[in-house]
C-alpha cells in the first residue's frame, strides 16, 4: 500500500460551476481517488473553494455585499454540488480559514528567506474612475508576441507566455471597458529564473504525462520572469513581513495563495483527524513521504500554475533553485508527481460563458438528471487529451443506448430472471461450466488489471471502454445462451448456471464501473443482494475553524468501507427481489427542451 495523493483543483468561489468546469477537474480526480482507494492504496483527496483576489472584491462591491459573505454563499453552492456528483473529498474546504492563512505565509516567509522572493518597483494599473488596482486578468488587449487580439494582463491563452498588463497593445478594462492607468508601486516578485534550472531538471524526470501538458510546460521554461505575487488590494492574505503586515493596501496574489491550498487542506484534514502529523505522509520528501506519489487535476488553462510555479514554490521553500537556502518548518516537500490537465469541454459547438449564458450548471443539470448519467458522458466522452463538445444529442444517446440499452438492460434481465425462476442466486449445475460460460467469466476477470490499469495512467475513457466491453460481452452472452428458452424442469439446473455466470459478471462489471458511476453501483450491489456500503459517499459537515475564525461547511467521508478492486464470487442462495430500473431512459423532447432553454 502506498499513500496516494489526489490534489483537485480550486472552483472560485465567485458563482456556481458548470458541467465543463467539473470534467476537468471533478470527476476525473474522483474516479481516479476511487479507483486507488479500491486497489488498497492510502488516498488523500484534497481541494477547496478559491476565495480571494479583485475579482471577488468586485463582485462583492457590485452586490452590495461584503467579498467574505460572497465567498460563504458561493462556497456553499459549490460544496452542495460537488456533494451531489459524489466526489469523495477526504477534505473540501476554503483559502479563507485561519489555517490556510497559516500556511500560505509560512511558504511565502521561507520562500523569502532562501532569497527567491525580492521586492521590486513596478508599474501597476488602476481604475481611473475607481481608484483601485486592476487584476492582470481582468485586463484584455492584443499580445505582443502573437498579435491575439483577446491576451489577457497575466497570460495569453494563444501563445502560452506569461504578461504584463503594461506590454499588452491597447488595453482596456474587462470590467467597464476603459483605459487603465499604470502607476508605481512596490511589490513582492516570485524570482522564477533563479529557480528555471531546478525546474527543468525536474521536468526532464517526468514519465508518462500527457505529451500536450509536458511539452506545454517545458516551452515555459525558456523565458521565465519574475512574477508579481503581491497586489494593491484589501482582500486576501496579509504579507507576513515586518512593515507589511499590517498595511490594508497590500495583500498576497491570489494565483500564490490557491495553490497552497493543496497543502493547507491536507493539514487541515490531519488536525482534524486529531493527528496533526499525518499530513506528512503524502508530502514530506524525507521519511515516509518521500516515495508518495502526487497528482494534479485541473483544466488545461491551469497548467502552468501546477507545473512551473507550484513546483517553483515547493523547490524554492525546500532549498532547491540557484540560490540553494534551507527548509522551512515544514520540511522538505514532495513535487508532484502528475499533472494531469484535461482539455476544454465546449458546448453545443460554443465555448462556456456563463455571462453569454452559454452554460448549464451542475445544480441546474442535476435537478434534471441523475448524476451518474453527467459521470458517464464525461468519462466515456470528456476532454480528456482533445477538446470535446457536449450537445445534449449525443448526452441522450449515451445515456438511452448505453447506460440504460447497455448496461442497466444487463443489470435489470440477469437480476429479473433469477429473481423469477429462483427467487435467490441460483447454484452452477453440478455437471459443470460450458467453455462460453468460462470464457466469459475470464473476460470479466481480466478486466480488472486492464481497467485499473487505465485508470491509474489517467487514460479513463480507454477504462471506461474496456469496462463497457465487459458489459457488451456478458449481453452478447445471455442472447447467445437464451436461458428465458429453458422451461423444461430437466432444463433447470443449465438455466440456473447461466444466469449464476451472467449475475457473476453483473457483479465483477460493477465493480469496474464504480469509479465511474457510484450512485449505481450501490443500488446494483443491493440488487444482487448485497448489503453494506459499495461506493462510500461523501458528507457535509458544518465545522468550526481550528483557529478561532468563522465556522463553514466542508466534504469529507469514511472512505476506508465500500468495495476493493477484485472478483468476489456470489454465494448461490443469495435471495434477490424483483429488480427497479437503475438508469432512466431521457425522452428525444429534450433534446429541443434543453436547446430552447439555451436560446432563451
Not at 96 to 123: C, D, M, S, W
Not at 577 to 588: N, S, T
Request: a negative charge; one cysteine or more.
Amino acid at each position: 500500500m502506498s499513500h496516494v495523493l489526489a490534489a483537485v483543483a480550486w472552483p472560485y468561489a465567485n458563482g456556481p460551476r458548470h458541467i465543463g468546469h467539473v470534467s476537468g477537474f471533478g470527476v476525473p480526480s474522483d474516479v481516479f481517488a476511487r479507483y486507488m482507494r479500491m486497489a488498497g492504496h492510502d488516498v488523500l483527496m484534497v481541494s477547496g473553494t478559491d476565495e480571494h483576489g479583485t475579482p471577488i472584491q468586485v463582485q462583492a462591491d457590485a452586490e452590495g455585499v461584503t467579498p467574505r459573505e460572497l465567498a460563504d454563499r458561493y462556497n456553499r453552492v459549490i460544496a452542495e454540488d460537488l456533494l451531489a456528483l459524489g466526489l469523495s473529498y477526504d477534505l473540501f474546504t476554503r483559502t479563507t480559514t485561519r489555517n490556510h492563512y497559516a500556511v500560505v505565509q509560512e511558504l511565502f516567509t521561507g520562500l523569502h528567506r532562501n532569497g527567491y522572493i525580492v521586492p521590486k518597483v513596478t508599474t501597476g494599473a488602476i481604475s481611473p474612475s475607481t481608484g483601485r488596482t486592476l487584476p492582470d486578468r481582468y485586463i484584455e488587449g492584443t499580445c505582443p508576441i502573437c498579435g491575439y487580439d483577446s491576451a489577457r494582463g497575466d497570460q495569453c491563452d494563444n501563445c502560452g507566455n506569461q504578461l504584463d498588463p503594461i506590454d499588452l497593445i491597447n488595453p482596456k478594462s474587462k470590467i467597464n471597458g476603459e483605459t487603465p492607468e499604470f502607476v508605481e508601486t512596490e511589490h513582492f516578485f516570485l524570482d522564477l529564473p533563479a529557480l528555471a534550472d531546478a525546474l527543468r531538471q525536474w521536468l526532464d524526470t517526468r514519465e508518462g504525462w500527457r505529451p500536450n501538458v509536458l511539452r506545454f510546460s517545458r516551452n515555459l521554461l525558456d523565458d521565465l520572469q519574475p512574477r508579481a505575487i503581491t497586489r494593491d488590494l484589501e482582500w486576501g492574505v496579509p504579507i507576513p513581513l515586518e512593515g507589511w503586515q499590517d498595511r490594508g493596501d497590500k495583500r498576497i496574489y491570489v494565483w500564490f495563495d490557491a495553490v497552497i491550498g493543496y497543502l493547507s487542506a491536507s493539514i487541515e484534514w490531519a488536525r482534524r483527524t486529531g493527528d496533526p502529523d499525518a499530513w506528512r505522509r503524502w508530502w514530506s520528501a524525507d521519511g515516509e513521504g518521500k516515495d508518495s506519489p502526487g497528482y494534479y487535476f485541473m483544466g488545461k488553462d491551469n497548467i502552468v500554475f501546477h507545473s512551473v510555479i507550484w513546483p517553483a514554490l515547493l523547490g524554492g521553500y525546500s532549498g532547491a533553485g540557484s540560490r540553494d537556502g534551507q527548509p522551512g518548518d515544514l520540511g522538505r516537500l514532495n513535487l508532484p508527481t502528475e499533472v494531469v490537465s484535461s482539455e476544454y469541454l465546449t458546448m453545443e459547438g460554443r465555448k462556456f460563458s456563463s455571462s453569454r449564458k452559454v452554460v448549464i450548471y451542475v445544480r441546474d443539470f442535476l435537478e434534471r438528471y441523475d448524476a451518474d448519467a453527467l459521470r458517464y458522458f464525461i468519462a466515456v466522452a470528456g476532454p480528456e487529451s482533445n477538446d470535446t463538445d457536449f450537445t445534449w444529442a449525443e448526452f441522450l444517446r449515451r445515456n438511452n443506448d448505453e447506460l440504460v440499452a447497455g448496461w442497466g438492460n444487463l443489470v435489470n434481465r440477469s437480476v429479473s430472471m433469477a429473481a423469477k425462476n429462483f427467487g435467490a442466486i441460483p447454484p452452477v449445475d453440478p455437471a459443470g461450466l460450458t467453455e462460453a460460460d468460462e470464457a466469459l467469466l475470464a473476460v470479466a476477470r481480466a478486466g480488472f488489471a486492464t481497467v485499473g490499469d487505465l485508470i491509474a495512467r489517467h487514460r479513463q475513457k480507454q477504462a471506461i471502454g474496456e469496462a463497457m466491453k465487459v458489459v457488451a460481452e456478458a449481453n452478447k452472452y445471455l442472447s447467445e445462451q437464451a436461458p428465458w428458452k429453458l422451461k423444461a424442469e430437466a432444463d433447470k439446473p443449465r438455466m440456473g448456471t447461466i444466469l449464476h455466470v451472467a449475475l457473476q459478471v453483473v457483479s465483477d462489471a460493477n465493480t469496474l464501473l464504480t469509479p465511474f458511476l457510484p450512485h449505481s453501483a450501490q443500488q446494483i450491489h443491493e440488487l444482487l443482494g448485497g448489503t453494506g456500503v459499495h461506493a462510500p459517499m461523501p458528507v457535509l459537515q458544518e465545522v468550526d475553524d481550528l483557529d478561532g475564525g468563522p465556522g463553514y461547511p466542508v466534504l469529507t467521508g469514511d472512505y476506508t468501507v465500500g468495495a476493493r478492486w477484485e472478483s468476489v464470487p456470489l454465494p448461490a442462495g443469495r435471495p434477490l427481489a424483483a429488480p427497479k430500473p437503475v438508469f432512466r431512459k431521457l425522452d428525444p423532447s429534450i433534446v429541443d427542451e434543453e436547446l430552447a432553454r439555451l436560446e432563451s
